[in-house]
């Protein structure tokens, strides 16, 4: 009979080793926490290029007011001198970059509603990505003991059977 449960023993340990070739826990965890930190760099990317666009916008609508009030200057002067037409001309420019300027500030606060969200899901993903490598080392560490108790068992099942 002890010759049975030695060959169960050999069969159980050769399953065991080609489960644990196969699929590798620490090896599958190492990929989780690989491929979270590739969703951060993603994000931490997609906020920085968001920043920099509400930047482009904040600087095009300061370039808008500030055109709009040199022709207001302008306009003023015209009226100072005198020339009506020269004071129209300007008045109309005037409002022209000032109408130009509404769908710019729309566009920023869609914007920065947009970074306030990206802001958002990247410390979320942050905090994810922290736990996830706690319990990673945590889960190796359990892995490490079982596998060295299942080692120690096997051994003593061996003494036991010789």
């Known amino acids: 009979m002890g010759w049975l449960e030695n060959f169960g023993r050999v069969i159980r340990a050769q399953f065991n080793g080609l489960v644990s070739e196969s699929e590798d826990p620490e090896k599958i965890l190492e990929q989780a926490v690989a491929e979270m930190e590739q969703e951060l760099i993603k994000m931490r990317t997609a906020l920085a290029e968001a920043i920099a666009t509400q930047k482009r916008t904040e600087r095009q609508i300061h370039q808008h007011q500030k055109i709009a009030q040199d022709w207001h200057d302008r306009a003023q002067m015209a ?18 970059y000032r109408t130009n300027i509404s769908p710019f500030q729309a566009q920023l606060e869609q914007q ?51």
């Open 79 to 96: 009226v100072s001198k005198g020339n009506d037409d020269l004071a129209k001309e300007a008045l109309v420019k005037w409002q022209t």
């Open 112 to 162: 920065r509603g947009i970074i306030g969200k990206l802001k958002e899901d990247l410390f979320r993903l942050e905090q994810k990505y922290t736990e996830a490598k706690a319990k990673k080392s945590l889960y190796v560490a359990r892995l490490r003991s079982a596998a060295a108790s299942q080692r120690l068992q096997e051994l003593v099942g061996d003494i036991n059977a010789g």
